[in-house]
């Protein structure tokens, strides 16, 4: 019972993995792309560490993944947010309808 | 469940190539930062599954510590890109 339940995760984070790499690279602006990975690949990461904690079950190694967990739904996006704020900085210009894609 | 784990773990390093395209590819430095930090979290999990594969609990420890430095080296670039220097 519990293995199926850390298959279906570990399969739906492989999802979301996925999904951030082919909007990296399909979308047409710097700001999608930032939207694209920054959400997917921490919610990706969240839900494949979770199936390997249910996987293990109660022992350390399952208390070690837990506190990476939290450390990682903590800064993946602090880390995002700091080179969004930076290209902002420097003048990024955001994608309009009708551009071209960069 | 094995079998699951090393699919996992070669899936992931095939999404990594398609990040590494937007590295050499990208237009300008924010493209090819976002994907670095991109692929520093899709290393993290490879690393939590080769541990668990080989049966080695010590991997754990090397992706805890893999994780904060991916957190404090993307901070530091953003750092020095909007001051000019690490101060």
Avoid: Q
């Avoid at chain 1, 710097?30 to 959400?39: D, P, W």
């Avoid at chain 1, 494949?48 to 208390?63: A, C, D, Q, R, T």
């Avoid at chain 1, 506190?67 to 290209?87: E, G, K």
């Amino acid at each position: 019972m519990l293995n199926t339940l850390a298959l279906i995760f570990i399969v739906i984070g492989l999802f979301f993995m996925i999904v951030g790499a082919i909007g990296l690279i399909r979308f047409p602006d710097f700001y999608t792309r930032v939207h694209a990975t920054g959400k997917c690949d921490t919610l990706g990461e969240g839900m494949m560490l979770f199936g390997i904690i249910l996987y293990e079950g109660m022992n350390l190694i399952s208390v070690k993944i837990l506190l990476l967990v939290i450390f990682i739904f903590v800064t993946s996006p602090t880390a995002v947010h700091a080179i969004l704020n930076v290209a902002y900085t420097h003048g990024v210009e955001p994608w309009k309808k009708g551009d071209e894609r960069r | 469940m094995i079998d699951i784990f090393h699919a996992s773990v070669i899936i992931l390093i095939l999404t990594v190539f398609i990040c590494l395209y937007r590295v050499l590819a990208g237009p300008g430095w924010e493209n090819r930062l976002i994907a670095v930090n991109t692929i520093g979290t899709k290393t993290i999990v490879v690393l939590v599954l080769v541990g668990l594969i080989y049966e080695r609990p010590l991997f754990l420890d090397i992706s805890i510590a893999y994780a904060m430095i991916n957190f404090i080296s993307t901070l530091a670039i953003a750092k020095y890109l909007r001051r000019g220097c690490v101060c």
